[in-house]
Structures are given as structure tokens and as C-alpha cells.
């Protein structure tokens, strides 16, 4: 089922890399702890230490090589399957640098943060692997760009039909062509913006059954071509709120991973300030 | 007075005559019925005017390099000052009449009388009408200088021919726009606007009223004859493009006489562009030369004449240049080319210098390649002298190559069928090459049939001895060679049907063709047959049961030889060990297609489809996963930011094949369309890997490429402009003081499309930024062999 997918790049070469360097590392711990009380400040910690900033500064660059879009370094798909498996051994390689010791102190907060990056970056990694195939069938032939002129075109049509009508006919249509317009949730409002899905479809089809009597006679031909194309414009938006909301679940976790990871590296500093410091 | 010259039409023909002469001392009189340069006075506001053909050089008084409408115009604008060239406008030349060795020329302002007169009156002057009550109403009109200034009016075209289109096109986004064809559907249109009128009608941006003619305009309203009724069209505007004619009445009344009755027919004249009445000269479109630089050359060439200077053509001087290593005079030595090569001597003396012009010489001292095997090149190549040898990759060890002698040819294949080069040929010894580019060649092909028959019949030959039989006898094969017919199918035609009986074999000399199967009402696609394949012999190896088990459409513009029933079989008696062959292979096709109808993968109903959406023409094709894509746009920032800025790629445009999305980006087609119509020339090429690629500096965003790629992935955009503003300006301009930003409106457009990031040894940016591995780049054939969907 992972075949093809990016946590078997080149032939589970990251995988299998990852796994024997874990096993190096549990070894080499081992034989630390047997003649030593691990600790932060002794040789080997100092190694490990040394090693988990270079890991987290390895973790980092894939920022940076992502956007170095005429990079010969590799390539991006390579750089994620490394950054998932080297991302995941940091939670081995920190505690070892502490000897496993955890308390209430800037130490502790810095690899706090470290879990919650990699667990972000898991449950990404889980929304990666499992969105894309959702949103294919979501799409189903209908890509965004084709609703959107598609919902111009309704938009379109839509106008002819409220001209010169009464007040609530009109009332009706500049709310729509208002909706159609409304900017779509981007950025930090990916977070905190839950589109609405409710059965929009069949909350609408009754409201304008319940309208129509209002509508006088000479207008209710044209206001049920109108509702027919409200329905058709309630029924893409409800496709494109759909392919919205998996798009959004792809991008969010981002915003807690990068900027976790940030404050990470901050709390890393602070950490290194002190020990060496003081 | 009397004038030496007196020149009727100021037009770009006229004006060089009148130019020259005035500064030849001559006293000159131009009479123009309405602007100077109507035609292209008349252009829209900053089209781009041609200057072919570009390798003859400008021999005129006049300015004339290719550019905007409006410099042009400026620069004869000056010329005719500095010359002090005199003009009377508008006035409308009614008689002209030869007296006494002197012409009188009637005006409806006057009459003058002149030693010589030229008529380069164009034919645009002479439009076609409509020939209906109310055609002179002020709101018809027979020119349309800017079709922007229109808003929001209902305005009727009549014609549908290519000019016509092209003026829908312009008005039909801002205006309620119908057109009146008098053909039942839309034909001899280019295929881009062929393409883009269809489309227009279809999304109901224009109405279009096949079989119809107008039966009367009224001020506000047109009715319509259609087949059926008349119709009543709300009109405020009506524009009449229906062509233009010579003016043969007027012409004759002059005493000017034409070649024949036919309405094509052109007007009789000698080497100087004389007509039959001494001292009578007619230039320019009139004459049957479309292209501004031909008729300013004529211009200044019958001046020289009038003056008694003996004048070479134009392209002398260049030609005997090409052909510096020949001996004698420049006709000695196209006689001698002729001799040598058979092809080219049923070619008339005028076709072969044109043709010679376009051809460049190659001098070849030892073994060099000409080209090699695989490469994406399609001109001809004729040997004058020495020989070369074609060598495959495909050649068993210690098989000699097949050498070509003196006056013969190669290259005939590519040229037809618009696919790789089939051999790497090498000069053997000092050699000289004459290389023909394919559209020389092809328009000579289509003017002399002899010359056609000839490459024809050499291609069938070369043909089945590449693609069917290596092995087989020269006679033989020039014998069935003479006996083929080379048939053309249109995209969707159908070749060859199930349940019919089959009568002929076919090879596939250009395009391609699906092979499809129908059981009941459902009807699949079994396979896909590109160029150098052949089909149809199933059905003739059968003797029980002779009918057709397939249905064959082209699926693009597609050229098959056809072997009729008895000319395939002399061609298996003389060869058992072929017809072994055949029949083995039909015995494991046979085997195939049985598994493959078991086989009905989801991924196999989208084969049709992308057959119909040409994603089998291109070469390198972007293809998305959609299962793995994460919908991160990586790859759209990566084709921007590797290219000014500027993408080529958009994800979220495209066609959805199941979960494989081919997005908007250049598929570097087989038969590139977009590489038709290059005013340049060259701003947008082919490289022998097949990649299509634009050179921007070359790019004068004409559109042409973008509106004849059948697939919409050529973009007309603004460059980004160049920041030139300092730091500080820039920081002050966010506050809204400083200069302001450069804005990229002020630059022309020019096109942009991918280059599968050629200059990159890397590859596409596209696939490599892709986090995930959704993004692949892929040959159609390498992606459908894999689902056994390709070849045989």
C-alpha cells in the first residue's frame, strides 16, 4: 500500500538508513550507559547533543531546499522521505543526549517542542498519505477552476432574471452574487475557519419554497428558473467547500509544525545559552 | 502637363514607384482614391506587419522593416516628404486611354496626361459587396480599423472567412456578436480560429447562422434568408468581409488582358511587370504578389526600367553567391543543378530560383554526419555531388550501409511524416548537400505534381523496405510503389471498419490511428498505432473469413499508403518468409487482444479519452497523480520562480484522467502546431531532442503559437518588468512617494510555455520540487506500454 509513496523513496533507501543509524545509536547508548552515568555534560552526551543539532539543522534545510527550486541538492521527494526518518530518530537521539532526564526547566521545553513537531509532522505525514485519493473522488472530473467559471456563469444567468423584480426576488440574488464573491479561507484562518457543509442544499430548497408564494404571479416563472440555478450554484459550492475543507487539512497542520518548529529552535538556543553560558 | 510617370494606387507598391522616380528626377503624379497605405492604414491600432520574405533584401526608397502599423506608416509618411513625391487624394481613377504614344488618365477631379503610368491599386480597394437593399446604410461598413472602441452593440459580420473571424474574435467579448456564413459550417478557416469560433458558438458568446444570406439590411435590423425562414436580427452594426476581387472590369477597360477566363486569373505582363499596352505597367497584389516587399521591389524595378537602366532581379546577386562553386552564368548553373538532380527537372526556372534561395548549401570534405538517428529535423536533402551512406541503429553487425549517389535524395521521410530522423546518414568522401527546408519543399510538391510524384513514390519505397521488408528488390519495390495510393484521413475518419471486407494493406506514412473494437454496443480502444506501423493485412491473410475485425480511426491528420489486395500478395509469393512473419505476428496479436478484452482495467477507459484530447501527440507529457498529490502548488512556485517569475504550469487547469491529471504545460508535441505560423520564423523552434522551446528576444508576440496550440498551453503574457528603482525608492514608493513601481502592462506580451527546463542539465524544476513524486514527466508511449495500450 506505501509503494510509491515517499516513505519508500529509491527503493526504502531512507527507511533502510534510518533504521540501521537508530540501531547504531541504540548500540553505541548502550555502551555509554554501561561505563558512564548518562548525563547532558558528559563526552558522549556532548556527541549526541552535537549530533541532534546537526539532525535539527538537517530538518530545517528542508525548508529552505524546498524553495531552492533550481537546486541540484537531490531531489524535494528524497529530502521529505530523509526528513521524515531522520525526524523521527531526534526523538531517540535528544533524550539519549540527556541522559533521558526530564524536568520543569527551558531543557525540557525545547524537546517538549521537538515531540510536538515530529508528532505534527506525523499526522501530516498521515494526511498526505491519505487526503490526495479522497480528494481525486471529491474532484471527480471537476477541477476548481472549472467550478469557479462555472459558478460565474450561474452567477451570469442568475442576473438577467432578478432585473426589475421585486424587491425580495432582488434581495435574493445580490445576497447570492455577494456569497459568490466572498474570499476564501486562507493563511492562519485554515486553523480556526470550519466551512459550512451543513445540508445547505435542502436548508436553501426550502427556503425558497417558502418565498415563492411571496413572489408575485408575473414574476414566479422567472424566479423558478432563478431558484433552479440557485440550487445548481448551492450544489458546486457544496463541491468546492468539500475539495475546501480537504485542501484546508492538507495546509493546516503546517501551521503548527512550522511554527512549533521555530519556537524550538528558540528554546534550543536559550538551552545552549545557558549550559554553555553559564 | 504632361508626367514622365503617373502612379494609380499609394500604396506600398506605388509609393516605392513614386518615391524612386521623383528622386530620379522624374515627374511624378500618385492618385489615390482614399489614404495613403489604405490597406494597412486600415490594420488594427499597433499590428505587427510582416516583412517577408525575409532573405530577399528591400529595394526601394521606402523604409520597410518588420514593425508596428503605426512605424511603418511614419516612415513612408517621411519618405514622401523628403521626396517631395506629389499626391492627389482622394480622387478615384475612372479611364485610362492610350493616345498618340500618350497616356490620358480621367479622374473624377480631372484629367492628366503621362508618358508611363503604373497601376498598383491593390485589390482591397475593390472589396466585395453584398449586393442587398440597404447596403449603403451608414451602420454597414466594409472596414473595421479598431474593433475595441465597440461596446456592448449587437453587431452582425457577414462572411466567415478568416479576416472575418478574426474580427468576431475581437468584438464577441464585448459586444453581442452573430455571424452569417454562407457554407453550412465553418471550412477553410486556419485551424486556430477554426477551433476558437467553435468554441465561442458553442459557449453561446456568438451566434452563428449557417446557410444563410441576407435578404435586406434597415437601419437596427438585417433579415436573414436562412433554409428554413427569414430571420429578424437586432443589428446596430454591420461589417461586410466577404474578400476582394481584382478589379478586372477596369483593368480590362485599361487594355490590360489576362491570362485566362478563370476568376483567378491574373493579368497578362512581361518580365518588366508590362502589360500588353506599352508604357502600361501593373505592380503588386494586382498582379498577383501579396507581399508588401515583392511589390516595393517591383516598384523600383519598373522605374529603372522607364529610366532604360537594365535591372537584375533581386535575388541574383545572393543566388550566384550560393552557388559560387558552380561555373558560369547564375541560368547556366541552375541548369546544370537540374541536370544533375532528376527531382528538380520538371521545376520551372522562377519555383527553382525561389527554391534555391530558401536552400542552404552544404560543403562536406570527409565523412561528416548530416544527421543523426532520432533527431527531430524535417528538411530535404539533395545530393549535387559525392555520396553518403544511411547506417541504422538497428543494423545487424557487419551489415553494410546503403549508400546514395549523386543526384538523389534523403530525408524524404521526416519531411513527410514529421517523426524522428529513421537513419544517421554520414557523408562519404567530399560531398555538396542542398538542404531544402520542409516548407519550401512542401509548396513546391504542392505546385508541381511531377515533383510530388517522384518524393512520393521514393518515400513507399523507402518505406516498406524500412518498416515491412529490408530485403526487398528495388523493381519490385518501385513497382508497387508506382501501384500504391497514398490516401489522407482527417482526425476521426475512419480507415478502415469492422465487418467490412477487407481489400488493402495499409502503411501509416504520417499521424496516427486507434484501433478499436466494438461488441455490442460498447466500443473499445484495443491499440494505438503511431507512424512507420501498418494495419489491415489480417483480414487479407484470411481466406475464410476476409472481413475486418477492427475499426482503424485517425487519430490526428493521418497519410496511409495503401497496397491494394493483389499488389500485397505479389509482394508475399515473392517473399514466403514475410507472409510467415505476418502470420505469426497476426497469431500473437490475436492472443493479445483476447487478454486485453479480459483485462478491462479502470485505467484503460481513459485511453479513448486522452486519445481525443491529444495526449498522445506530445513527446514528454507533465502527468500529476492525483492520489499522491498533496496539492502543495510546489511545483507551479518551481516553474515560476526558475522562470522569471513567470509560470508555465498550472496545476489546477488541465484534464483529470482517472487519478492522472495532465495539467496546462507543453506536452512538446510530435507535429507541433504551434510552430506553423512564426512571423520570425524562428522565436519559437523544435531542438533535435524535441523540445519545443520560445527564444524571447525573437518573440514579437504576434499570438499565432499560442492560438494554434490545440491544447491552450502557449500563454501571451507581459514580461515582468526589470527593477530599476533603488532600495530607497522602493521603500518610499510604500508610502506612496518615490517613482512608481514599473508597471508590466507598459511591455508588449510575448509567449511563454515550457522548456522542460532545458538550460537545467537536471531536468524539469517542476518534477524535481515535487515533495511527494505525484509529478512525473513521461512519453505517452513509455506510459501506455506499460498498460499494453501501444504498438504491436
Same mark, same amino acid.
Given at each position: 500500500?506505501?509503494?510509491?509513496?515517499?516513505?519508500?523513496?529509491?527503493?526504502?533507501?531512507?527507511?533502510?538508513?534510518?533504521?540501521?543509524?537508530?540501531?547504531?545509536?541504540?548500540?553505541?547508548?548502550?555502551?555509554?550507559?554501561?561505563?558512564?552515568?548518562?548525563? =547532558?555534560?558528559?563526552?558522549?552526551?556532548?556527541?549526541?547533543?552535537?549530533?541532534?543539532?546537526?539532525?535539527?539543522?538537517?530538518?530545517?534545510?528542508?525548508? /529552505?531546499?524546498?524553495?531552492?527550486?533550481?537546486?541540484?541538492?537531490?531531489?524535494?521527494?528524497?529530502?521529505?522521505?530523509?526528513?521524515?526518518?531522520?525526524?523521527?530518530?531526534?526523538?531517540?537521539?535528544?533524550?539519549?543526549?540527556? =541522559?533521558?532526564?526530564?524536568?520543569?526547566?527551558?531543557?525540557?521545553?525545547?524537546?517538549?517542542?521537538?515531540?510536538?513537531?515530529?508528532?505534527?509532522?506525523?499526522?501530516?505525514?498521515?494526511?498526505?498519505?491519505?487526503?490526495?485519493?479522497?480528494?481525486?473522488?471529491?474532484?471527480?472530473?471537476?477541477?476548481?477552476?472549472?467550478?469557479?467559471?462555472?459558478?460565474?456563469?450561474?452567477?451570469?444567468?442568475?442576473?438577467?432574471?432578478?432585473?426589475?423584480?421585486?424587491?425580495?426576488?432582488?434581495?435574493?440574488?445580490?445576497?447570492?452574487?455577494?456569497? %459568490?464573491?466572498?474570499?476564501?479561507?486562507? =493563511?492562519?484562518?485554515?486553523?480556526?475557519?470550519?466551512?459550512?457543509?451543513?445540508?445547505?442544499?435542502?436548508?436553501?430548497?426550502?427556503?425558497?419554497?417558502? /418565498?415563492?408564494?411571496?413572489?408575485?404571479?408575473?414574476?414566479?416563472?422567472?424566479?423558478?428558473?432563478?431558484? %433552479?440555478?440557485?440550487?445548481?450554484?448551492?450544489?458546486?459550492?457544496?463541491?468546492?467547500?468539500?475539495?475546501?475543507?480537504?485542501?484546508?487539512?492538507?495546509?493546516?497542520?503546517?501551521?503548527?509544525?512550522?511554527?512549533?518548529? /521555530?519556537?524550538?529552535?528558540?528554546?534550543?538556543?536559550?538551552?545552549?545559552?545557558?549550559?554553555?553560558?553559564? | 502637363?504632361?508626367?514622365?510617370?503617373?502612379?494609380?494606387?499609394?500604396?506600398?507598391?506605388?509609393?516605392?514607384?513614386?518615391?524612386?522616380?521623383?528622386?530620379?528626377?522624374?515627374?511624378?503624379?500618385?492618385?489615390?482614391?482614399?489614404?495613403?497605405?489604405?490597406?494597412?492604414?486600415?490594420?488594427?491600432?499597433?499590428?505587427? #506587419?510582416?516583412?517577408?520574405?525575409?532573405?530577399?533584401?528591400?529595394?526601394?526608397?521606402?523604409?520597410?522593416?518588420?514593425?508596428?502599423?503605426?512605424?511603418?506608416?511614419?516612415?513612408?509618411?517621411?519618405?514622401?516628404?523628403?521626396?517631395?513625391?506629389?499626391?492627389?487624394?482622394?480622387?478615384?481613377?475612372?479611364?485610362?486611354?492610350?493616345?498618340?504614344?500618350?497616356?490620358?488618365?480621367?479622374?473624377?477631379?480631372?484629367?492628366?496626361?503621362?508618358?508611363?503610368?503604373?497601376?498598383?491599386?491593390?485589390?482591397?480597394?475593390?472589396?466585395?459587396?453584398?449586393?442587398?437593399?440597404?447596403?449603403?446604410?451608414?451602420?454597414?461598413?466594409?472596414?473595421?480599423?479598431?474593433?475595441?472602441?465597440?461596446?456592448?452593440?449587437?453587431?452582425?459580420?457577414?462572411?466567415?472567412?478568416?479576416?472575418?473571424?478574426?474580427?468576431?474574435?475581437?468584438?464577441?467579448?464585448?459586444?453581442?456578436?452573430?455571424?452569417?456564413?454562407?457554407?453550412?459550417?465553418?471550412?477553410?478557416?486556419?485551424?486556430?480560429?477554426?477551433?476558437?469560433?467553435?468554441?465561442?458558438?458553442?459557449?453561446?458568446?456568438?451566434?452563428?447562422?449557417?446557410?444563410?444570406?441576407?435578404?435586406?439590411?434597415?437601419?437596427?435590423?438585417?433579415?436573414?434568408?436562412?433554409?428554413?425562414?427569414?430571420?429578424?436580427?437586432?443589428?446596430?452594426?454591420?461589417?461586410?468581409?466577404?474578400?476582394?476581387?481584382?478589379?478586372?472590369?477596369?483593368?480590362?477597360?485599361?487594355?490590360?488582358?489576362?491570362?485566362?477566363?478563370?476568376?483567378?486569373?491574373?493579368?497578362?505582363?512581361?518580365?518588366?511587370?508590362?502589360?500588353?499596352?506599352?508604357?502600361?505597367?501593373?505592380?503588386?497584389?494586382?498582379?498577383?504578389?501579396?507581399?508588401?516587399?515583392?511589390?516595393?521591389?517591383?516598384?523600383?524595378?519598373?522605374?529603372?526600367?522607364?529610366?532604360?537602366?537594365?535591372?537584375?532581379?533581386?535575388?541574383?546577386?545572393?543566388?550566384?553567391?550560393?552557388?559560387?562553386?558552380?561555373?558560369?552564368?547564375?541560368?547556366?548553373?541552375?541548369?546544370?543543378?537540374?541536370?544533375?538532380?532528376?527531382?528538380?527537372?520538371?521545376?520551372?526556372?522562377?519555383? @527553382?530560383?525561389?527554391?534555391?534561395?530558401?536552400? +542552404?548549401?552544404?560543403?562536406?570534405?570527409?565523412?561528416?554526419?548530416?544527421?543523426?538517428?532520432?533527431?527531430?529535423?524535417?528538411?530535404?536533402?539533395?545530393?549535387?555531388?559525392?555520396?553518403?551512406?544511411?547506417?541504422?541503429?538497428?543494423? @545487424?553487425?557487419?551489415?553494410?550501409?546503403?549508400?546514395?549517389?549523386?543526384?538523389?535524395?534523403?530525408?524524404?521521410?521526416?519531411?513527410?511524416?514529421?517523426?524522428?530522423?529513421?537513419?544517421?546518414?554520414?557523408?562519404?568522401?567530399?560531398?555538396?548537400?542542398?538542404?531544402?527546408?520542409?516548407?519550401?519543399?512542401?509548396?513546391?510538391?504542392?505546385?508541381?505534381?511531377?515533383?510530388?510524384?517522384?518524393?512520393?513514390?521514393?518515400?513507399?519505397?523507402?518505406?516498406?523496405?524500412?518498416?515491412?521488408?529490408?530485403?526487398?528488390?528495388?523493381?519490385?519495390?518501385?513497382?508497387?510503389?508506382?501501384?500504391?495510393?497514398?490516401?489522407?484521413?482527417?482526425?476521426?475518419?475512419?480507415? #478502415?471498419?469492422?465487418?467490412?471486407?477487407?481489400?488493402?494493406?495499409?502503411?501509416?506514412?504520417?499521424?496516427?490511428?486507434?484501433?478499436?473494437?466494438?461488441?455490442?454496443?460498447?466500443?473499445?480502444?484495443?491499440?494505438?498505432?503511431?507512424?512507420?506501423?501498418?494495419?489491415?493485412?489480417?483480414?487479407?491473410?484470411?481466406?475464410?473469413?476476409?472481413?475486418?475485425?477492427?475499426?482503424?480511426?485517425? +487519430?490526428?491528420?493521418?497519410?496511409?499508403?495503401?497496397?491494394?489486395?493483389?499488389?500485397?500478395?505479389?509482394?508475399?509469393?515473392?517473399?514466403?518468409?514475410?507472409?510467415?512473419?505476418?502470420?505469426?505476428?497476426?497469431?500473437?496479436?490475436?492472443?493479445?487482444?483476447?487478454?486485453?478484452?479480459?483485462?478491462?482495467?479502470?485505467?484503460?477507459?481513459?485511453?479513448?479519452?486522452?486519445?481525443?484530447?491529444?495526449?498522445?501527440?506530445?513527446?514528454?507529457?507533465?502527468?500529476?497523480?492525483?492520489?499522491?498529490?498533496?496539492?502543495?502548488?510546489?511545483?507551479?512556485?518551481?516553474?515560476?520562480?526558475?522562470?522569471?517569475?513567470?509560470?508555465?504550469?498550472?496545476?489546477?487547469?488541465?484534464?483529470?484522467?482517472?487519478?492522472?491529471?495532465?495539467? +496546462?504545460?507543453?506536452?512538446?508535441?510530435?507535429?507541433?502546431?504551434?510552430?506553423?505560423?512564426?512571423?520570425?520564423?524562428?522565436?519559437?523552434?523544435?531542438?533535435?531532442?524535441?523540445?519545443?522551446?520560445?527564444?524571447?528576444?525573437?518573440?514579437?508576440?504576434?499570438?499565432?503559437?499560442?492560438?494554434?496550440?490545440?491544447?491552450?498551453?502557449?500563454?501571451?503574457?507581459?514580461?515582468?518588468?526589470?527593477?530599476?528603482?533603488?532600495?530607497?525608492?522602493?521603500?518610499?514608493?510604500?508610502?506612496?512617494?518615490?517613482?512608481?513601481?514599473?508597471?508590466?502592462?507598459?511591455?508588449?506580451?510575448?509567449?511563454?510555455?515550457?522548456?522542460?527546463?532545458?538550460?537545467?542539465?537536471?531536468?524539469?524544476?517542476?518534477?524535481?520540487?515535487?515533495?511527494?513524486?505525484?509529478?512525473?514527466?513521461?512519453?505517452?508511449?513509455?506510459?501506455?506500454?506499460?498498460?499494453?495500450?501501444?504498438?504491436?
Amino acid at each position: 500500500m506505501l509503494e510509491g509513496t515517499v516513505l519508500f523513496y529509491s527503493g526504502k533507501r531512507y527507511l533502510i538508513l534510518g533504521a540501521s543509524a537508530g540501531a547504531v545509536l541504540l548500540g553505541s547508548y548502550a555502551y555509554y550507559a554501561s561505563d558512564t552515568t548518562p548525563s =547532558g555534560g558528559t563526552v558522549g552526551g556532548l556527541i549526541y547533543g552535537a549530533i541532534g543539532l546537526a539532525a535539527i539543522f538537517a530538518l530545517m534545510f528542508l525548508g /529552505i531546499r524546498k524553495r531552492s527550486y533550481a537546486s541540484h541538492l537531490g531531489t524535494v521527494r528524497g529530502w521529505v522521505s530523509a526528513h521524515i526518518y531522520l525526524g523521527l530518530l531526534t526523538l531517540l537521539i535528544i533524550p539519549m543526549h540527556a =541522559g533521558f532526564h526530564f524536568g520543569w526547566d527551558v531543557h525540557t521545553l525545547a524537546f517538549a517542542l521537538l515531540v510536538v513537531v515530529v508528532l505534527s509532522g506525523l499526522g501530516g505525514l498521515s494526511l498526505y498519505l491519505a487526503l490526495p485519493p479522497l480528494l481525486t473522488k471529491y474532484e471527480s472530473g471537476m477541477l476548481p477552476d472549472k467550478i469557479q467559471s462555472e459558478l460565474n456563469r450561474i452567477v451570469g444567468e442568475m442576473k438577467p432574471l432578478a432585473a426589475g423584480k421585486t424587491g425580495l426576488f432582488q434581495r435574493l440574488h445580490f445576497e447570492e452574487s455577494r456569497r %459568490a464573491y466572498e474570499p476564501k479561507p486562507q =493563511g492562519w484562518r485554515l486553523l480556526f475557519t470550519r466551512p459550512n457543509t451543513s445540508s445547505a442544499l435542502t436548508v436553501r430548497t426550502q427556503e425558497l419554497n417558502r /418565498i415563492l408564494p411571496q413572489i408575485p404571479a408575473s414574476q414566479q416563472e422567472d424566479f423558478s428558473r432563478f431558484s %433552479a440555478l440557485l440550487l445548481q450554484k448551492i450544489e458546486m459550492e457544496s463541491y468546492l467547500t468539500g475539495q475546501m475543507r480537504l485542501k484546508n487539512a492538507l495546509q493546516a497542520w503546517l501551521y503548527v509544525h512550522v511554527p512549533v518548529s /521555530i519556537a524550538m529552535l528558540a528554546a534550543v538556543a536559550v538551552h545552549l545559552l545557558v549550559v554553555l553560558y553559564y | 502637363m504632361i508626367y514622365d510617370l503617373l502612379v494609380v494606387g499609394g500604396g506600398p507598391s506605388g509609393l516605392s514607384a513614386a518615391a524612386h522616380a521623383a528622386k530620379c528626377g522624374l515627374s511624378t503624379l500618385v492618385l489615390e482614391q482614399g489614404e495613403v497605405a489604405n490597406t494597412i492604414f486600415n490594420f488594427q491600432k499597433k499590428k505587427h #506587419v510582416m516583412s517577408e520574405p525575409g532573405m530577399i533584401p528591400l529595394r526601394s526608397d521606402l523604409q520597410f522593416e518588420a514593425g508596428t502599423r503605426e512605424v511603418i506608416l511614419q516612415a513612408w509618411h517621411d519618405a514622401v516628404q523628403k521626396y517631395q513625391v506629389q499626391i492627389n487624394r482622394p480622387e478615384a481613377v475612372k479611364q485610362i486611354t492610350k493616345k498618340d504614344g500618350l497616356f490620358e488618365v480621367q479622374s473624377d477631379k480631372g484629367a492628366y496626361q503621362a508618358k508611363h503610368v503604373v497601376l498598383a491599386i491593390g485589390i482591397q480597394g475593390n472589396p466585395n459587396r453584398v449586393g442587398k437593399p440597404g447596403e449603403d446604410l451608414p451602420h454597414v461598413s466594409y472596414k473595421m480599423a479598431d474593433p475595441t472602441i465597440y461596446l456592448d452593440k449587437d453587431i452582425l459580420m457577414i462572411g466567415a472567412g478568416d479576416a472575418a473571424i478574426e474580427g468576431v474574435l475581437a468584438l464577441c467579448d464585448k459586444n453581442r456578436v452573430s455571424v452569417l456564413n454562407r457554407n453550412n459550417e465553418f471550412f477553410r478557416l486556419k485551424d486556430a480560429l477554426d477551433r476558437q469560433i467553435n468554441e465561442k458558438v458553442k459557449a453561446k458568446q456568438v451566434v452563428a447562422y449557417h446557410s444563410a444570406a441576407v435578404e435586406r439590411f434597415e437601419p437596427g435590423y438585417t433579415y436573414i434568408t436562412l433554409p428554413d425562414r427569414v430571420a429578424k436580427v437586432k443589428t446596430d452594426l454591420v461589417f461586410v468581409r466577404i474578400g476582394a476581387s481584382l478589379p478586372r472590369p477596369f483593368l480590362e477597360k485599361c487594355g490590360v488582358t489576362f491570362a485566362s477566363k478563370e476568376r483567378s486569373a491574373l493579368p497578362t505582363i512581361n518580365e518588366h511587370y508590362e502589360s500588353q499596352v506599352t508604357g502600361l505597367y501593373v505592380i503588386g497584389a494586382v498582379a498577383g504578389y501579396n507581399l508588401i516587399k515583392q511589390g516595393m521591389n517591383q516598384g523600383y524595378e519598373v522605374v529603372e526600367h522607364i529610366l532604360g537602366h537594365e535591372i537584375k532581379p533581386v535575388d541574383e546577386p545572393m543566388l550566384t553567391e550560393k552557388l559560387n562553386f558552380l561555373q558560369g552564368s547564375l541560368d547556366e548553373r541552375l541548369v546544370q543543378i537540374a541536370a544533375t538532380i532528376p527531382l528538380l527537372a520538371p521545376v520551372q526556372k522562377q519555383p @527553382l530560383r525561389e527554391l534555391i534561395l530558401q536552400a +542552404t548549401l552544404h560543403q562536406m570534405r570527409g565523412a561528416q554526419t548530416v544527421y543523426q538517428e532520432d533527431d527531430f529535423s524535417d528538411s530535404l536533402f539533395l545530393i549535387l555531388d559525392g555520396k553518403v551512406a544511411a547506417s541504422f541503429r538497428a543494423q @545487424l553487425p557487419g551489415e553494410r550501409p546503403i549508400l546514395l549517389y549523386q543526384g538523389s535524395f534523403f530525408g524524404e521521410m521526416s519531411l513527410l511524416s514529421g517523426r524522428r530522423r529513421s537513419a544517421t546518414i554520414t557523408t562519404v568522401g567530399p560531398s555538396v548537400l542542398i538542404e531544402i527546408p520542409r516548407k519550401a519543399m512542401l509548396r513546391l510538391m504542392a505546385n508541381e505534381p511531377a515533383v510530388k510524384r517522384i518524393v512520393d513514390e521514393t518515400f513507399v519505397v523507402r518505406a516498406l523496405k524500412t518498416n515491412l521488408l529490408k530485403d526487398l528488390e528495388d523493381d519490385l519495390a518501385q513497382e508497387l510503389a508506382h501501384k500504391a495510393n497514398i490516401k489522407s484521413f482527417k482526425k476521426d475518419d475512419v480507415i #478502415v471498419k469492422q465487418g467490412e471486407v477487407g481489400d488493402a494493406f495499409y502503411l501509416i506514412r504520417s499521424g496516427s490511428v486507434k484501433i478499436t473494437k466494438r461488441e455490442g454496443e460498447k466500443e473499445t480502444v484495443v491499440k494505438y498505432l503511431p507512424a512507420g506501423q501498418y494495419f489491415g493485412e489480417m483480414a487479407l491473410l484470411d481466406t475464410e473469413d476476409p472481413t475486418r475485425k477492427a475499426t482503424i480511426t485517425a +487519430t490526428k491528420q493521418t497519410e496511409v499508403i495503401q497496397l491494394m489486395k493483389e499488389d500485397f500478395w505479389a509482394l508475399l509469393h515473392r517473399h514466403p518468409e514475410f507472409e510467415q512473419h505476418l502470420r505469426e505476428n497476426v497469431q500473437r496479436t490475436r492472443i493479445q487482444s483476447q487478454a486485453f478484452e479480459l483485462m478491462q482495467t479502470g485505467s484503460m477507459s481513459y485511453v479513448n479519452k486522452m486519445l481525443q484530447e491529444g495526449v498522445f501527440d506530445g513527446t514528454d507529457v507533465l502527468l500529476i497523480d492525483e492520489n499522491k498529490c498533496v496539492r502543495c502548488d510546489n511545483c507551479v512556485k518551481a516553474c515560476e520562480t526558475t522562470h522569471g517569475g513567470q509560470t508555465r504550469l498550472y496545476r489546477e487547469e488541465g484534464l483529470l484522467f482517472g487519478n492522472f491529471l495532465v495539467p +496546462t504545460s507543453c506536452r512538446h508535441c510530435e507535429n507541433p502546431l504551434c510552430l506553423i505560423d512564426c512571423p520570425p520564423g524562428d522565436a519559437i523552434q523544435r531542438d533535435p531532442k524535441g523540445e519545443v522551446f520560445i527564444t524571447e528576444a525573437k518573440c514579437i508576440g504576434c499570438g499565432n503559437c499560442a492560438s494554434n496550440c490545440p491544447y491552450g498551453n502557449i500563454f501571451m503574457l507581459h514580461p515582468k518588468p526589470k527593477e530599476t528603482r533603488k532600495p530607497w525608492m522602493r521603500i518610499l514608493s510604500l508610502v506612496g512617494a518615490g517613482p512608481p513601481e514599473p508597471k508590466a502592462e507598459d511591455l508588449p506580451t510575448k509567449a511563454v510555455k515550457c522548456d522542460l527546463c532545458r538550460n537545467d542539465s537536471a531536468g524539469p524544476a517542476c518534477v524535481r520540487s515535487c515533495p511527494t513524486g505525484a509529478a512525473m514527466r513521461v512519453t505517452p508511449e513509455e506510459y501506455f506500454v506499460k498498460i499494453g495500450a501501444v504498438g504491436r
